[in-house]
C-alpha cells in the first residue's frame, strides 16, 4: 500500500513545518493553552478554599453554589423560573 508524501520543512528551534502546518506556531498554541490550564487548576483548587472556609465558618456550600447559580442569570428572567418553580410546586401540593 503506497502512503502519501509529507511535504517536510525543518527549523533552527526544532519544530518543522508539515504540508503547511507550523511547528512553531502549533507549538506556541498548545504552550498557551497548557498554560491556560494550569491557571484554570489553580483557580479551582482556589474556589474549593474558598467553599471549605464558608463551610468552616458554618455556612452551607450548596445553598452557596445555588446562589452563585442565580445570580448569573438576570433579575426577570429568574423571578420567571421562581414563579414557574412556585406553581408547579403548586400544582403538586408541595406548598
Do not use: H, N, P, W
Not at 518543522?16 to 498554541?29: I, Y
Not at 478554599?49 to 438576570?74: L, N, P, Q
Amino acid at each position: 500500500m503506497a502512503e502519501a508524501q509529507l511535504k517536510s520543512v525543518g527549523s533552527d528551534d526544532g519544530t518543522r513545518e508539515v504540508d503547511g502546518v507550523t511547528g512553531k506556531r502549533l507549538k506556541a498554541f498548545i504552550e498557551r493553552l497548557e498554560r491556560l490550564e494550569e491557571e484554570k487548576s489553580a483557580l479551582a483548587e482556589d474556589i474549593k478554599d474558598v467553599y471549605a472556609e464558608s463551610k468552616a465558618v458554618g455556612f452551607d456550600t450548596k445553598t452557596i453554589r445555588k446562589i452563585i447559580r442565580m445570580r448569573k442569570v438576570a433579575l426577570d428572567k429568574r423571578r420567571e423560573e421562581e414563579m414557574l418553580l412556585e406553581t408547579y410546586k403548586a400544582a403538586l401540593g408541595m406548598e
